[in-house]
Protein backbone atom coordinates (compact mmCIF):
# COMPACT_ATOMS: atom_id res chain seq x y z
CA UNK A 1 0.00 0.00 0.00
CA UNK A 2 0.55 3.20 -0.70
CA UNK A 3 1.48 5.58 2.31
CA UNK A 4 -0.64 8.89 2.94
CA UNK A 5 -0.32 12.05 4.91
CA UNK A 6 -2.73 13.09 7.45
CA UNK A 7 -4.16 16.16 8.62
CA UNK A 8 -1.40 16.13 11.37
CA UNK A 9 0.57 17.59 9.08
CA UNK A 10 2.13 20.95 9.89
CA UNK A 11 3.50 21.12 6.29
CA UNK A 12 7.51 21.10 7.47
CA UNK A 13 8.31 19.44 4.34
CA UNK A 14 10.74 17.60 6.56
CA UNK A 15 9.93 14.04 4.62
CA UNK A 16 10.03 15.39 1.04
CA UNK A 17 13.55 15.20 0.87
CA UNK A 18 13.75 11.75 1.92
CA UNK A 19 11.56 10.26 -0.78
CA UNK A 20 13.96 8.57 -3.08
CA UNK A 21 10.16 8.29 -5.58
CA UNK A 22 9.89 12.52 -5.85
CA UNK A 23 6.31 11.40 -4.61
CA UNK A 24 5.76 14.22 -2.23
CA UNK A 25 5.05 17.78 -2.78
CA UNK A 26 4.13 20.57 -0.95
CA UNK A 27 0.33 21.82 -0.64
CA UNK A 28 -1.25 23.24 -3.22
CA UNK A 29 2.40 22.46 -5.31
CA UNK A 30 1.34 20.36 -9.02
CA UNK A 31 2.80 17.27 -9.39
CA UNK A 32 5.39 15.78 -12.07
CA UNK A 33 4.55 12.17 -13.68
CA UNK A 34 6.40 10.77 -16.21
CA UNK A 35 7.21 14.40 -17.55
CA UNK A 36 3.33 15.05 -16.98
CA UNK A 37 1.97 18.04 -14.54
CA UNK A 38 -0.92 17.37 -12.42
CA UNK A 39 -3.17 19.22 -10.14
CA UNK A 40 -2.06 19.09 -6.55
CA UNK A 41 -4.14 16.40 -4.66
CA UNK A 42 -4.34 18.71 -1.18
CA UNK A 43 -4.19 22.72 -0.82
CA UNK A 44 -4.34 22.42 2.99
CA UNK A 45 -0.52 20.43 3.71
CA UNK A 46 2.10 18.66 2.02
CA UNK A 47 0.55 15.24 0.16
CA UNK A 48 1.67 12.12 -1.02
CA UNK A 49 1.43 10.78 -4.80
CA UNK A 50 -0.27 7.67 -4.44
CA UNK A 51 1.05 6.23 -7.40
CA UNK A 52 4.56 7.21 -7.10
CA UNK A 53 4.76 6.25 -3.63
CA UNK A 54 6.32 2.11 -3.42
CA UNK A 55 6.42 2.68 0.27
CA UNK A 56 10.38 2.90 -0.59
CA UNK A 57 10.47 -1.03 -1.74
CA UNK A 58 13.41 -0.92 -4.40
CA UNK A 59 14.86 1.37 -2.12
CA UNK A 60 15.38 0.84 1.20
CA UNK A 61 13.18 -1.19 4.42
CA UNK A 62 11.33 0.85 5.33
CA UNK A 63 9.34 4.23 4.59
CA UNK A 64 11.94 6.90 4.74
CA UNK A 65 9.40 10.04 5.41
CA UNK A 66 7.63 7.75 8.41
CA UNK A 67 10.83 8.48 10.38
CA UNK A 68 11.41 12.01 9.42
CA UNK A 69 7.88 13.28 9.96
CA UNK A 70 8.21 14.89 13.46
CA UNK A 71 4.32 15.34 14.39
CA UNK A 72 3.72 11.34 13.59
CA UNK A 73 1.25 12.42 10.53
CA UNK A 74 2.55 9.42 7.96
CA UNK A 75 0.99 6.06 8.17
CA UNK A 76 0.49 3.36 5.67
CA UNK A 77 -2.90 3.71 3.76
CA UNK A 78 -5.14 0.63 4.14
CA UNK A 79 -7.27 1.63 1.60
CA UNK A 80 -4.62 1.22 -1.17
CA UNK A 81 -2.97 -2.55 -0.24
CA UNK A 82 -0.34 -3.48 -2.17
CA UNK A 83 1.84 -6.51 -2.46
CA UNK A 84 5.66 -6.00 -2.71
CA UNK A 85 5.62 -7.33 -5.96
CA UNK A 86 3.01 -4.56 -7.31
CA UNK A 87 5.12 -2.23 -5.57
CA UNK A 88 8.38 -3.50 -7.03
CA UNK A 89 6.57 -2.84 -10.20
CA UNK A 90 5.24 0.37 -9.67
CA UNK A 91 9.08 1.52 -9.03
CA UNK A 92 10.25 0.03 -12.82
CA UNK A 93 7.24 1.59 -14.04
CA UNK A 94 8.73 4.85 -12.45
CA UNK A 95 12.01 4.19 -13.51
CA UNK A 96 11.13 3.51 -17.26
CA UNK A 97 8.75 6.44 -17.31
CA UNK A 98 9.86 8.89 -14.84
CA UNK A 99 9.35 10.55 -11.59
FE1 LIG B 1 8.33 8.29 -0.71
FE2 LIG B 1 9.00 6.07 0.60
FE3 LIG B 1 7.40 7.88 1.77
FE4 LIG B 1 6.47 6.44 -0.26
S1 LIG B 1 7.11 5.63 1.73
S2 LIG B 1 6.24 8.66 -0.02
S3 LIG B 1 8.30 6.17 -1.56
S4 LIG B 1 9.55 8.18 1.20
Do not use: W
Amino acid sequence: MAVMITDECISCNACEAECPNLAIYGAGTPYILGGQEYAALNEEHTYIVPDKCTECVGFYDEPQCIQACPTEAIVRDTNRVETKEQLLAKKEHLDEVGR
